[in-house]
């Protein structure tokens, strides 16, 4: 009698749009006003608060830890300060190690895509006050047009 099993496939699967690897900590780039600055820390903490009794050992509150994570690198906190909040402020069940974990991935996820300190409270304020573009200043216009009487009369 045949064998109509099912082969396994050789073929491997390909993935198209594979993404570049992310960065180690060394390679993270540096926020522009640095890391930790005062405004920075008191916002990271107030979130720490805010989110203290939402963290649990539950699989499903990973994701909270994550997006914490996320906003604190968006703020421009080093990854092991953010790691030292999370423990202190959250009062979480988790282990140090667990929480370095989380931290340390969404830091990479984030660095992937972003650089630090986006979202900073203490960025210096932007060179420029002018709203226009820079690509409509190069153009010259909008230029203002003398009214000729004669014309619409």
């Known amino acids: 009698m045949p064998d109509h099993s099912p082969k396994p496939s050789t073929r491997q699967p390909t993935n198209l749009y594979k993404l570049p690897p992310a960065p180690t900590e060394k390679e993270l780039a540096e926020p522009k006003g640095g890391w930790d600055k005062n405004w920075d820390m008191r916002e990271a903490t107030r979130i720490c608060r805010n989110n203290r009794s939402a963290i649990s050992k539950n699989v499903a509150d990973d994701s909270i830890l994550f997006q914490m994570a996320e906003g604190f690198y968006d703020l421009g906190i080093a990854e092991a300060t953010a790691v030292r909040l999370v423990c202190r402020f959250c009062g979480t069940p988790r282990s140090k190690k667990n929480v370095a974990e989380i931290v340390g991935s969404a830091y990479r996820n984030k660095a992937t895509f972003v650089p630090p300190g ?28 003398n009214f000729d009487d004669r014309q619409h009369a």
Do not use: K, N, Y
């Open 118 to 145: 986006l979202r900073s409270l203490s960025r210096p304020p932007d060179d420029d006050d002018d709203e226009t573009p820079e690509a409509v200043r190069a153009l010259g216009w909008p230029v203002s047009i």
